[in-house]
């Protein structure tokens, strides 16, 4: 009833939208005459925002106002917004405009879906069973144990690992949307902070000559006190429902004691080879092809090949009953290829006015100037914003403010050396902590996010809605953590 006749509506709304994006004095271009790809922040208006923020508020009410709607067109209603860019795009930049969009969906959508799916494919044949009861204490060493395995393994795989498990210790509570939400903060968001391979704008950064073992040195501490601030908020959380379940006992049963178990093993070592995978496609320079003018990296091509390769094989060789104990489905990994497909189109106007800088409709980035700074800015913007793209944003505009090149990082990395820069590294340390914490603060902020959320209401659990998280763990949890942080170390 809410929307009987979508179809009329959305092929109306699309014209007339379009129609409006495509004004020349007031739509999606200033002057869309003689553009460049590096000018196009610099012309693009705010209103060609308008889809990237629609996307946005389709994923946050639509589930909440007509959840059988969305479950049945989720992926309709990201074309639409997606296609609503796209079009008047297009039209007004012509070459350039479509250059955009195949840019951004073969050299960051596609790998990026990639990787994901094959961590997914692989993590899915890991059974880990006869977890204990999910008491608070089982339940805090449970997550404190996948914080630590995501930067080793990505987020997507620790992630992809510990839910079920963690879900099935707590199949007998009343009270366990906390539990995953929880879940994502630590496991699919601070956890990918020690390494290059827990989370995606770490490994950007890597490309780009940070040394792969400065990520570990330089954030430990940060990693250390957020991950201890939120075992501890969560371990009295937890321990609250569970005395208020009735359910808390002096007293332990055989349950208790039972030890964990796991299945599938082998699958570690397909885990073992996307993470080298990975690691090569940094190390190794094959040099790059060039198909209609997109330029693509040879190693990188060979890594998602390879990728496939290895997530088939996982598929083909993992007993059925093993992801049946899982109870796995494709629909998780097909929500987030859907949805992502949308924001990663949408985002390029987004992300094209934030290089612009000064030039640009808003002029954020010349803003930033401190520490401080760089960790909210990119923090909050990658809570909405695909956080790797953002933190390329802020790292091109540190080494510009501050005249280095990339060739000059791994000595300005490096106490002691003749190049080192203090300046450089707090600047770097900052921006990495608010890009890969405050993923955290969304269910989009980061792709395992999704994909946690949708594997936990499969399961039956009783998520909170886009602002019901918010307001729940965001704004009472997250934020007074990332206030210690500033004044700690920012």
């Known amino acids: 009833m809410i929307i009987s006749n979508y179809k009329i509506f959305s092929l109306s709304a699309f014209v007339i939208l379009s129609i409006c994006l495509m004004l020349p004095a007031t739509g999606i271009c200033g002057d869309a ?145 906390h539990i995953v939400c929880f879940f994502i903060i630590l496991v699919a968001n601070v956890g990918g902070a020690l390494t290059p391979l827990g989370d995606p704008p770490l490994f950007l950064g890597f490309l780009h000559n940070v040394p792969f073992f400065w990520v570990t040195t330089a954030l430990l501490p940060h990693f250390l006190l957020t991950s201890v601030l939120i075992l501890l908020i969560f371990f009295g959380v937890d321990l609250f429902h569970f005395r ?91 929500e987030v290829a859907k949805l992502f497909a949308g924001i990663f189109v949408t985002i390029i106007p987004a992300i094209a006015i934030l290089r612009a800088g000064r030039s640009g409709p808003l002029g954020l980035i010349s803003m930033v100037s401190e520490p401080s700074g760089y960790f909210w800015f990119s923090g909050v913007l990658s809570s909405v914003l695909d956080n790797a793209p953002t933190y390329l944003t802020f790292f091109y505009q540190i080494l510009g403010n501050l005249q280095m090149t990339e060739a000059m990082i791994p000595e300005a990395c490096t106490a002691g050396s003749a190049g080192f820069n203090a300046t450089f590294v707090s600047y770097l340390t900052a921006l990495s902590v608010g890009a890969v914490f405050m993923g955290a603060n969304t269910y989009i902020g980061n792709a395992p996010n999704f994909m946690v959320k949708s594997i936990a209401e499969e399961a039956g659990v009783n998520m909170p809605s886009f602002f019901g998280y918010v307001v729940k763990y965001t704004v009472p949890v997250l934020i007074p953590v990332y206030i210690i942080l500033t004044f700690v170390f920012f």
């Open 244 to 334: 208020k379940e009735q359910q808390y006992r002096p007293g332990k049963t055989a349950e208790d004691y039972r030890r964990f178990s796991v299945e599938g093993k082998y699958n570690f070592i397909f885990l073992a080879g996307i993470v080298v995978l990975v690691v090569m496609s940094g190390y190794w320079n094959a040099g790059a092809v060039s198909i209609v003018g997109l330029h693509l990296e040879i190693q990188n091509i060979i890594r998602d090949a390879l990728l496939i390769v290895l997530g088939l094989a996982a598929f083909k060789y993992t007993p059925a009953y093993l992801r049946e104990k899982n109870e796995f489905s494709w629909a998780p990994i097909k």
């Open 33 to 177: 005459d003689n553009v460049s790809a590096a000018q196009l922040g610099k012309t693009l208006s705010l209103w060609s925002i308008l889809p990237f923020g629609g996307i946005l508020l389709s994923i946050a009410m639509f589930p909440l106002l007509a959840p059988h709607f969305w479950h049945d067109h989720f992926g309709k209603i990201s074309l639409f917004w997606a296609a609503l860019f796209a079009v008047p795009f297009v039209a007004v930049y012509r070459g350039i405009g479509f250059f955009e969009i195949v840019h951004i969906l073969f050299i960051d959508y596609i790998p990026f879906i990639i990787l994901l799916w094959a961590l997914f494919t692989v993590a899915s044949g890991i059974v880990i069973s006869s977890v204990p009861k999910g008491t608070p204490v089982v339940n805090t060493v449970l997550l404190g144990i996948g914080t630590l395995l995501a930067s080793w393994i990505g987020t997507t795989g620790a992630a992809m690992v510990m839910i079920r498990p963690v879900l099935k210790a707590n199949a007998h509570r009343a009270r366990k949307s």
